[in-house]
């Protein structure tokens, strides 16, 4: 059976390896809009800037990616699970002492 301990650093690796992986995924968004962005620079961005399209694409994109490595949600965040678990369990303590979950 792992420890805590064990258990942590398991989590922490993943964070840093969801983390890592973000930072792989901006870099190459950066590297490739910036190669777009010449080619429609050099050949018309003043006709139509179509570089716009795939960064606004590939950037909602990369906006989820680092909330998630991040652990950013403004909706769900570690405030909302806290009332939500003591709202639980205090409905669980009213209740038969039966297992309601099983």
Do not use: C
Not at 63 to 86: G, H, V
């Amino acid at each position: 059976m792992e420890t805590r301990k064990e258990l942590r650093y398991y989590e922490a690796k993943k964070r840093v390896k969801e983390m890592k992986d973000f930072y792989v995924h901006l870099f190459t968004y950066i590297v490739v809009i910036g190669f777009l962005a010449f080619l429609n620079f050099r050949h018309g961005f003043e006709a139509y800037p179509w570089v716009l399209w795939p960064a606004a694409g590939w950037g909602v994109g990369l906006l989820f990616n680092a909330a998630s490595a991040f652990r950013i949600n403004p909706f769900f965040n570690k405030n909302w699970e806290r009332k939500k678990i003591a709202q639980y369990m205090q409905e669980e303590g009213e209740e038969e002492p039966h297992q309601r979950w099983e």
